[in-house]
């Protein structure tokens, strides 16, 4: 049974870091792209970064390039998303997802998901 479990949310002023994990059990980590999406309340779930399985290939959303950070440690099973410079609009339930195919655009390409945890950033 594959599951994704998301930690790591909270509430923290605008301006401040935050750091969320996902913690991969039930399949091969390695072989699969792991993403991360948010989804604010009244609004459609958004991507905001992927990282590849294979070079560690990342790739973010425009609206937190330069500020959040992805990244991998396959020995862990457990992917991440260093998030500073934490604006009130980033406010959202994350959500880790992981993906199979070679390339993953798409969000119903990604076969498991996690729960979520919320992100509060108070201005």
């Known amino acids: 049974q594959v599951q994704l479990v998301e930690s790591g949310g909270g509430l923290v002023q605008a301006g401040g870091p935050l750091r969320l994990s996902c913690a991969a059990s039930g399949l091969t980590f390695s072989r699969y792209i792991m993403a991360w999406f948010r989804q604010a309340p009244g609004k459609e779930r958004e991507f905001v970064a992927r990282?590849?399985?294979?070079?560690?290939?990342?790739y973010y959303a425009d609206s937190v390039k330069g500020r959040f950070t992805i990244s991998r440690d396959n020995a862990k099973n457990t992917a991440y998303l260093q998030m500073n410079s934490l604006k009130p609009e980033d406010t959202a339930v994350y959500h880790c997802?992981?993906?199979?195919?070679?390339?993953?655009?798409?969000?119903?390409?990604?076969?498991?998901w996690g729960q979520g945890t919320q992100v509060t950033v108070s201005s």
């Open positions: 990282i590849t399985w294979s070079r560690g290939s990342t």
């Open positions: 997802a992981a993906c199979q195919s070679v390339v993953c655009l798409n969000t119903y390409q990604y076969k498991y």
